[in-house]
């Protein structure tokens, strides 16, 4: 089966860079060919070019909610995100629809998509470094995807 | 008093907020727009050396990487005091032209095409890429995927990384191409420029030839009259990577034609009390407020004003395809907004074709690709269009090469003025006593908006990824009484 493990986000914009930071840190601590680690800074449109050709993809991005705390972790399948497939999205188009497109054109789209999203504090700010709420959960995040390579 | 904010714009690159207030008789009384901003940029990139600018400053925006690239390259090239060697310009080139293909398409099919396939006043649910695609055809629809496809193959074979180049170095590149991939780079141009005659169709079959948009296009709702702001080559030809920017008036007229080095000789910054945003003017016409015309130093920096701001295009369907929309547009310059989309495509076809030339250039497969800077860093500008305007980088340094100071002049931020304006006249000329307020015609208000495709602060991608802009109608006693807030 041929996997994906995608590190989602802005590695200059604080708790942005979480998915590029879990994504760096998964690669190091695995030695699998089937499986690609990569990062990417796109969404909608391209991260649909990414994602093609793979059986199965693992997506890690940061997350904002209403109610969340920051580091919470949540483990999502792409059917949590159909609620807003229709919705706009700042960077051309949403997950659910770009999947939805990949699917209308006949493009091998993953079987199995898994999104894991960490509630971040700082979205704003330019810095490197996540916060420290968000920092602590890497390992944890880390932890979860390689679990889920074994699943 | 009535208050209407627009929250989101739908389908658009950026955070924003349009609000409305209107009058007792339902008129409008103001519109306010705001956009939330990254900030800090200038000190996060002190004491960094210079280098590091173009893989950097590229971070800034998860839309328009490739430009932030180039512009940083060319601002190390002068900050070195070193010229790129003949086939290092043209390798840039090549990479931009290829990059401009693929963002021109996303604007097109994904924000600027459903207003007009759809129709302004389907549900939203319709009106986006799918609603699209469903209607012009799957063919179609993959013809825009694969387009995109091969044109990111060149940017990462050229720039030698997908999305974020990294082939960027003061005096040229750090990778040669050869044989093979130049040839299909060419293979990939030709099917680009065939992409861009099938797009300019779609826009004549959907657009062209349907009155109502005609009217819609002509209309004074989406008329503004400002300066045009765009780079030219030396025969004042339009020109995305290099030149001098030139800026002609809403009469046709040049008002002046700058060097990157002189541009604070040329724009200066107007900073006003309800926004954190700042407004670039010409300097020498002067800052008026928020009116169009000759007299007020209000300009734009858009696919429309780059053709406005030329005398033509460098490629052969390009120009011909120039030619026929000044031709049925009445002559130039052109002041319909909406005949943005017009343009863009134009640029989509021209940078097609500039990619397939430079792709047979004899010198594009030459190791001759960098000239190693000998001289001690100060100062450099770098200017290249980016898809949404010129994009300027100023950097100072020590004689290390540590930035000390940096200013960036981005795409969009030309064009807020104009685009506030846009919005406000809009909004004025469509809500009306007695006129009810619908989804429909909210989304005509944002039409005025989307030609511009503002990318604002787009850096952060965390989810779910809606677009939080939203636009909010207040009565004339403060009550809520419309609100368009999708994704939120």
Sequence with gaps: MKTLVLGVGNPIITDDGVGIQVAHEVANQLNDPRVTVAETSAAGLSLLDSIVGYDRVIIIDAIQTEKGEAGQIYRMSTADFSLTKHFSSPHQINLATALELGRMLGLAMPQRITVFAVEAKDITSFSEKCTPEVEQAIPEVVKMVLQELDA | MKKITIDPITRLEGHGKITIFLNEDGSVANTYLQIPELRGFEKFSEGRIAEDMPQITQRICGVCPEAHHMAGTKALDDLFHVEPTSTAKKLRELLYSAFYVTDHTTHFYILGAPDFVMGPDAAPAERNILGVIGKVGLELGGAVINTRKQNHWIIQTVGGRPIHPCFGLPGGVSKAINEEERAKIEEIAKQSVEFGKVSLKVFDDVVLKNKMYVDMVLSDTFTQKSYNMGLVDKSNKVNF??????????????????????????????????TYLKFPYLKKVGWKGFVDGKDSGVYRATPLSRLNAADGMATPLAQAEYERLYSTLGGKPVNYTLATHWARLIELLYAAERLLELSRDPEITSPNIRNIPTAKPDEGVGIVEAPRGTLTHHYITDEKGVIKKCNLIVGTTNNYAALFMSVKKAAADLIKPGVKITEGLLNRIEMAWRPYDPCMSCATHALPGQLPLEVTIYDAQGNEVKKLSQGI
């Design chain 2, 241 to 274: 990577y290099d030149g001098k920017v030139r800026v002609v008036g809403p009469d046709g007229k040049e008002l002046c034609k700058y060097a990157p080095r002189e541009y604070l000789e040329h724009i200066a910054e107007r900073v006003e009390p309800w």
